[in-house]
């Protein structure tokens, strides 16, 4: 159990194309750290598989829907993702290429080496902005969660992706009727008035209480047929 008094240890910390990455482990818990900003941790997810439920959910049993994971993290949603038969192809994409090599062979690898392995199972390395804005690929839910919400950002250049342009790029990455998804650590009443402007339907947003402070939320909305 990790307490208070216990002192992160460094893992690995690498220069990556975005700036610092580190991995720690503190107490029984593995971190990772963006440029000094806490991303995530192994201490729970349910709220990473809450994006991947509530989003097949919303798909009304769509058979062997796609869906396109963004950000790999520490890879609750993309093991959680792939522990359910009835998704079809599960696409990750991840920018940061020390993140998926403590996936294949570091420390992470035990919460995602069942998941890597699955046939359906593709990691693209590449920014996930740049991936909605030029793919020919589409899906049947995006799932992204690659910031600590729309309103607080690991980086500058992911602020497009949550403005009218960003998620027109994401309209045109899903199928018709399919699903957004996207994680925050905290609820964002202007990103879902974004949402209903962009032309997105039925936006609503489902919450994970939490042991103090505000609660994790996923923001859902659906491409018009």
């Known amino acids: 159990m990790t307490t208070a008094y216990d002192t992160p240890v460094v893992l690995d910390r690498r220069e990556g194309p ?10 029984e818990l593995l971190q990772i750290i963006a440029n000094g900003c806490f991303l995530m941790d192994t201490s729970d997810g349910r709220s990473e598989r809450l994006l991947v439920d509530a ?19 520490v890879g609750f949603s993309l093991a959680h993702a792939a522990a359910d038969p009835r998704w079809g192809r599960i696409t990750v994409v991840e920018r940061e290429p020390a993140i998926v090599e403590w996936h294949r062979s570091g420390p992470l690898s035990a919460l995602s080496a069942a998941a890597l392995a699955d046939p359906r199972t593709d990691i693209l390395k590449t920014d996930l902005v740049a991936f909605v804005n030029e ?73 994970i209480l939490v042991a103090r402070g505000v609660p994790d939320v996923v923001h859902l909305a659906v491409r018009p047929g």
Not at 18 to 27: A, D, K, N, Q, S
């Open 55 to 73: 989003a097949y959910a919303a798909l009304d049993g769509r058979p062997q829907p796609d869906v396109l994971i963004g950000g790999l993290g």
């Open 135 to 207: 793919t020919c690929a589409t899906f049947d839910a995006l799932c992204l969660d690659i910031d600590n919400g729309p309103d607080w950002t690991v980086t500058d250049s992911n602020e497009t992706l949550y403005s009218p342009a960003g998620l027109a790029s994401c309209a045109r990455v899903l199928r018709p009727e399919g699903v957004l998804a996207v994680w925050s650590a905290q609820p964002s009443p202007e990103f879902e008035r974004t949402l209903w402007n962009a032309g997105f339907q039925q936006v609503r947003t489902e919450e």
């Open 18 to 27: 975005y700036g610092e990455v580190v991995l720690r482990r503190h107490g």
